[in-house]
């Protein structure tokens, strides 16, 4: 830029470059010249950055597109997968209660024989009485964990 003005003033100075264009107005021509050049740089600069400008947002859209898509895709593994998570732990939780009924089922049946059991060893006749204390005994530390009433048949 500096070598540019040197040579402008230079012609300004010299008289057989001095006849036309803006060269005869001296240093405001010179001026004039430069800021003409300088505005011309500024007009080309901005429409370059522009037009970059112009790209990286296009390339970003596409980016923001591809990654959108992504992400849908993903969202629907996701629902899918969730769907098949929802749908097992609901197929195990039913099991789980099937089992616990089976199990209550079982505890159920095996407090009645108990209780049938001592029913029926009390009405053993008193010849047996040591072996009726025994078999009670026996059911005592059986029972011990049942609550030993008969079931209601609903």
């Known amino acids: 830029m500096l070598l540019v003005l040197t040579v ?5 100075t010299d008289p057989a470059m001095n ?37 990286r947002s ?6 923001n597109r591809a990654r959108d898509d992504r992400f849908a895709d993903a969202l629907k593994s996701i629902d899918v ?3 098949r998570f929802i749908n097992a732990t609901n197929s195990n939780i039913e099991k789980f209660v099937q089992l616990v009924n089976k199990v209550m089922e079982q505890g159920n049946y095996q407090t009645q024989i108990l209780i049938e059991l001592k029913t ?17 005994e ?5 029972s011990m964990n049942y609550d030993l009433t008969k ?4």
């Open 58 to 63: 296009e390339m970003y859209r596409e980016d």
């Open 138 to 142: 026996h059911l005592e530390k059986l």
């Open 19 to 55: 006849q036309d264009g803006w060269f005869q107005y001296g240093l405001a021509g010179v001026l004039a010249s430069l800021i003409y050049l300088l505005l011309k740089y500024i007009k080309q600069r901005d429409k370059h950055d522009s037009d970059s400008a112009k790209q």
């Open 8 to 12: 402008l003033l230079q012609q300004v």
């Open 151 to 154: 079931k209601d048949d609903q």
């Open 81 to 83: 997968s969730g769907q």
């Open 120 to 136: 029926i060893v009390s009405k053993l006749p008193g010849e047996f009485r040591s072996l009726k204390e025994d078999i009670n």
